[in-house]
Each structure stands twice: as C-alpha cells, then as structure tokens.
C-alpha cells in the first residue's frame, strides 16, 4: 500500500539530492585534486529495520531502507572514481538518535544498542570530523557504522518454545 509519490519524494531527497549535489562538489574537489565527501546514511541502509519496535501502525518506509542502501554503494562507487584524483569518498550510517520519540519506542531501540541507549546527536559529530580530516587521510570507500553495534549484533532465534532434543 505505500504510495508511488512518497516513493518517489524519498528517492528524489535521499538519492538523487546527494548525486546532485555531489555532480557540482565532487567536480570541482576533482579539479581541485583534494577534498572529502562523506555521505549519511542509515544502518536501516546495512538491516532491515525491525518493524517490531514501532507502534502500531507506524514502521520505516520501504524507501526509505532501499534509498540508504543505495548510498552505501554510490559512496563506492564515487570513491573508485575519484581516488586518483585526490577525493576521497566515505559513508556514515548511524543508528537512532533519541531526540523525544515515544518512550517505549527508545527503550525498544535501546535494547537492540549494545550500550543500552540510543544515541545522542553530538555522538556523530566527531566520527563525521574525523572522516573529514586528515586522520583519516587512506580511508575511502569505507561504511562506517556509528550505532551502537545494532548491525554487529545477530538476532539470535528464540528456540526456548520449540520441541527440540539437544544431544
């Protein structure tokens, strides 16, 4: 039931803004033979989105997900093609950032984080400061999960119901 122009409206910001955008940068960084680009996407771009953690009725889009995971490999992309032109090109996915969602929406979110919270704004700061410096002067190509290990973890399944002997 998801609507063609949310679709669309979510393909022409999360996909078609960055390459615009990156068309004009990118080429003039080229010229330039220096700079950094460093895309945001989403770790919804690494997993799916567990649909389970919002309320009823509410879930992330399907556009949303297939638009990150599309950035991942445009960073890629864009950083085999302008390496050796001195741009280096890397992505970072966050996970959720608390920013006053409905409480039993961030201790759900929370539970998945290995820290046990959600992220706070200033947390991504100092990874995009560092993909942007110097520090990071070999890094291109690069997804960079600053989550909370949400996507290192494996859900593992719950057999605790199952009928199964273990030998």
Request: aromatic fraction near 10%.
């Amino acid at each position: 039931d998801y609507p063609r122009d949310l679709w669309e409206k979510e393909l022409a910001v999360n996909v078609t803004g960055p390459f615009l955008l990156t068309k004009r940068v990118g080429a003039l960084m080229a010229r330039a033979g220096s700079g950094v680009i460093v895309n945001v996407a989403s770790t919804y771009g690494l997993v799916a989105p567990d649909h389970r953690i919002y309320a009823p009725g509410k879930y992330k889009s399907v556009a949303y997900a297939v638009t990150k995971s599309a950035i991942l490999n445009f960073t890629r992309y864009l950083a085999g093609y302008y390496g050796r032109q001195g741009v280096r090109v890397n992505t970072l996915t966050p996970g959720g950032v608390e920013a006053g969602q409905d409480p039993a929406f961030v201790a759900a979110y929370a539970d998945r984080a290995m820290p046990g919270r959600m992220a706070r704004p200033d947390e991504y700061r100092r990874a995009i400061l560092f993909l942007a410096s110097d520090e990071s002067a070999f890094i291109t190509g690069a997804v960079i999960p600053v989550d909370g290990g949400v996507t290192a973890r494996m859900p593992v399944p719950d057999i605790s119901a199952a009928n199964i002997e273990i030998d």
